[in-house]
């Protein structure tokens, strides 16, 4: 491990993430209305909490995550589903040597953690079928929450400063859909979760894997 990597995030038991109460309710029905759907990778699986609500909704789950702590944690809670100790990274070549390529690839509250946030949707995009699915979220930036912020000194709890492995990376609707379609995505839904309007705690941005990107 290199002084820029963080192996350990602190998953010690299967208990959801405070961000599954609102982020999963609005997850789970926007899968549902994507085409063909069948196989789902959460790419950040964390302690495997989402990859067990996707299975129980009838999909074919998978689960990705770099802490080798949360996936022994979500291989001991959920042993029906398969998670594989791996990072955005990683050559994604690896993983589609154990499963097949996905219809959609979930990843939640991951990407503001990257040093190399880049690295996620290429990974999505390498993993995925032809036309497949990323949703993804991440905590929201924008005017009025940014205001809301400073007006109210919230700065510093709100950076997670003294977190090791936590947020890096401040992202508004316009910068991540940038990064999407600079990596193989073209965005095509958008959806903010948690609190009133412009104050979202999170927002989900949904994109479609560009036609002629190719799988590693």
């Known amino acids: 491990m290199d002084a820029y990597t963080v192996d350990n995030y602190g998953w010690e038991s299967a208990d959801a993430p405070q961000s599954c109460d609102y982020i999963l309710p609005a997850v789970l029905p926007i899968i549902s209305e994507l085409q063909g759907v069948k196989r789902v990778l959460d790419l950040g699986s964390?302690?495997?909490?989402?990859?067990?609500?996707?299975?129980?909704?009838?999909?074919?789950?998978?689960?990705v995550e770099f802490d080798k702590q949360g996936v022994e944690v979500s291989r001991s809670r959920y042993p029906e589903i398969p998670f594989h100790n791996f990072g955005v990274q990683d050559d994604p070549?690896?993983?589609?040597?154990?499963?097949?390529?996905?219809?959609?690839?979930?990843?939640?509250?991951?990407?503001?953690?990257l040093y190399a946030p880049h690295l996620?949707?290429?990974?999505?995009?390498?993993?995925?079928?032809?036309?497949?699915?990323l949703v993804i979220s991440t905590p929201y930036h924008g005017y009025l929450k940014n205001f809301a912020l400073s007006l109210f000194n919230g700065w510093d709890k709100h950076h997670t400063t003294l977190w090791h492995g936590g947020h890096i990376k401040f992202w508004s609707r316009t910068?991540?859909?940038?990064?999407?379609q600079e990596n193989g995505f073209k965005p095509i839904?958008?959806?903010?979760?948690?609190?009133v309007p412009y104050l979202w705690k999170s927002m989900l941005l949904i994109a479609q894997k560009t036609a002629g990107r190719m799988r590693v």
């Open 120 to 133: 996620l949707p290429r990974y999505a995009s390498a993993v995925l079928r032809d036309g497949g699915y």
């Open 189 to 195: 839904g958008f959806q903010g979760v948690g609190r």
């Open 46 to 63: 964390g302690n495997g909490r989402l990859c067990a609500e996707l299975y129980r909704s009838g999909y074919h789950v998978s689960g």
């Open 93 to 113: 070549a690896a993983l589609l040597k154990l499963e097949e390529p996905f219809d959609v690839i979930v990843s939640t509250e991951v990407i503001e953690h």
């Open 175 to 180: 910068t991540l859909a940038q990064l999407l």
